[in-house]
């Protein structure tokens, strides 16, 4: 690098990043040069205006979206609390088997869905599989056995696989990587409203016995209803990509398009389908680390969406309608601090420590609720064990989306992240065993030690990414990474050595 480039270069996220062309310049003849960055000036505060208006366009109805793929899955949880369980005579190691099985189809499509989503786009895809899962939802009210439940939850595991990787990876395609973990958060935050107002519905709808149907069975069909009904309306307000959204200007369009192409790179990167780009994706480094620490976060998620009405109710002696009352504050704290880590993490630009903080916040109430036989103390340790798991969740998935590059390697790599991570889900269903109950010691061990997993994984990723970036500038220092011409750098992608990945 000349010394003017390397005097224009501001760190963010813990990494050097360089505006001016610094690619294929070996390779490029003058009339390839005068196309070289975007046509656009960059300004923040016309960024941030064009992201408002971005933000009031897609992050209410992706929040929704969110928030009753949340409710419908983990409905069940007070489904059983409010009479399920023994009205279909299912057994403790049946229950635990509807719940497994969700997470196996669940993991099992998150990636060819994510492919599905780039090839026929978000606005189609996504209230199709949302208009799927709704169905299936209404059905499992009139199911009979353990058999239905069984099949029921296999099919809406099936649904669901695609609306949290799609989500994700439709928000890396409208946000530049530096503001994407406040969006992320916002609608994740949508999950612990959902446990919120999971509770205050299944307190409602508990008390509803109309005709030959119990509260539980309304609980399952009103949800998958309403869920119906919010595919058929996201159709009509979501959209695939920046030229979809028909709300901004063909100028302001022009002006987020070169925000996007030219994020970290001055060299647009391949955004075209091609099964090298898969592959590419299935064996990034980073992909399989990040998922460590994803498996060791959201084991602790997980087992408090899906057993807190049981845990309030076992471990701390309050009846069915208690249960469920108590769980809204919970889950309102941990709403409100997804925001503000997930502000913060972007107002700071970075992700890897607000991982290490929720994670740590995590384990200290999980050791609380370990440690005390206090029902208050229980209850207060559910409160801190939610308010880490939640919050640290947001900057984890900003983390690998800021650092992988191309469209279809970051559909592949996201859905692997969220599937395979998301199959944590059977060990969080599967380690309540009811022989310790009510205080349940191997599940909250089990529980400590992801936490411990998930933050030494993020202090591993920083020091990889460190190594990583390191590499790339003795490239770029040696000469050899200037000899890599336009369509090799834009086929590398976030291997680039001129991209620079951030923590």
């Not at 990583?468 to 500038?473: S, V």
Request: with cysteine; aromatic share 12%.
């Amino acid at each position: 690098m000349s010394e003017e480039k390397l005097e224009d270069v501001e760190y963010i996220g813990g990494a050097p990043y360089a505006h001016q062309l610094t690619a294929g310049l070996h390779s490029l003849n003058d009339s390839d040069r005068q196309h070289d960055g975007p046509l656009t000036i960059e300004d923040e505060i016309e960024t941030k205006r064009i992201m408002r208006k971005l933000d009031w366009r897609v992050l209410p109805i992706c929040s929704v979206l969110y928030l009753f793929s949340f409710l419908d899955r983990t409905a069940i949880g007070n489904a059983k609390v409010a009479g399920m369980n023994v009205e279909l005579g299912i057994t403790a190691t049946e229950y635990a088997l509807a719940l497994s099985l969700f997470f196996v189809t669940y993991g099992l499509l998150e990636v060819p869905s994510n492919l599905m989503l780039k090839k026929y786009g978000a606005k189609l895809w996504l209230p199709f599989i949302v208009f799927w899962w709704g169905v299936v939802m209404t059905l499992t009210g009139v199911v009979q056995n353990a058999g239905g439940l069984i099949a029921a939850r296999i099919m809406l595991g099936a649904a669901e696989a695609g609306l949290f990787p799609g989500v994700s990876l439709l928000l890396s395609f409208l946000y530049p990587r530096a503001y994407i973990s406040l969006r992320i958060g916002t609608f994740f935050s949508a999950a612990t409203v959902a446990g919120a107002f999971g509770g205050l519905l299944a307190y409602g709808l508990s008390h509803v016995n109309a005709g030959s149907y119990s509260g539980w069975r309304w609980l399952f069909i009103v949800e998958g209803l309403l869920t119906v009904g919010v595919a058929i309306i996201s159709y009509f307000l979501l959209f695939s990509n920046v030229d979809g959204a028909k709300f901004l200007t063909d100028k302001e369009k022009h002006y987020i398009k070169d925000r996007l192409t030219y994020d970290g790179t001055d060299v647009p990167m391949n955004d075209e389908f091609a099964w090298k780009f898969v592959i590419a994706g299935l064996i990034d480094w980073k992909t399989w680390v990040s998922l460590i620490t994803y498996i060791g976060t959201v084991t602790p998620l997980y087992s408090i969406a899906l057993t807190l009405p049981s845990i309030l109710k076992t471990t701390l002696g309050y009846d069915a309608i208690q249960s469920q009352i108590l769980t809204i504050p919970v889950y309102c704290v941990a709403a409100i601090n997804v925001l503000l880590f997930s502000y913060f993490s972007d107002r700071t630009k970075n992700r890897a420590y607000f991982i290490c903080l929720g994670t740590g916040v995590s384990a200290i109430g999980w050791i609380m609720g370990f440690a005390s036989r206090n029902p208050k103390v229980r209850y207060a340790a559910c409160f801190i064990g939610a308010l880490g798991s939640y919050a640290g969740f947001p900057p984890l998935i900003a983390l690998l989306s800021q650092n992988v590059g191309g469209k279809s390697k970051r559909s592949v790599t996201l859905a692997i992240q969220v599937g395979i991570g998301g199959m944590c889900g059977i060990i969080s269903s599967n380690i309540f065993l009811p022989q310790e109950a009510p205080n349940y010691p191997t599940a909250y061990i089990i529980n400590i030690a992801c936490n411990i997993v998930a933050f030494w994984g993020a202090l591993g990723l920083i020091f990889m990414l460190r190594l990583a970036n390191a590499r790339k500038q003795r490239m770029v220092d040696s000469g050899e990474a200037a000899k890599l011409t336009r369509k090799q750098l834009a086929d590398l992608g976030d291997s680039s050595p001129y991209f620079k990945y951030r923590w």
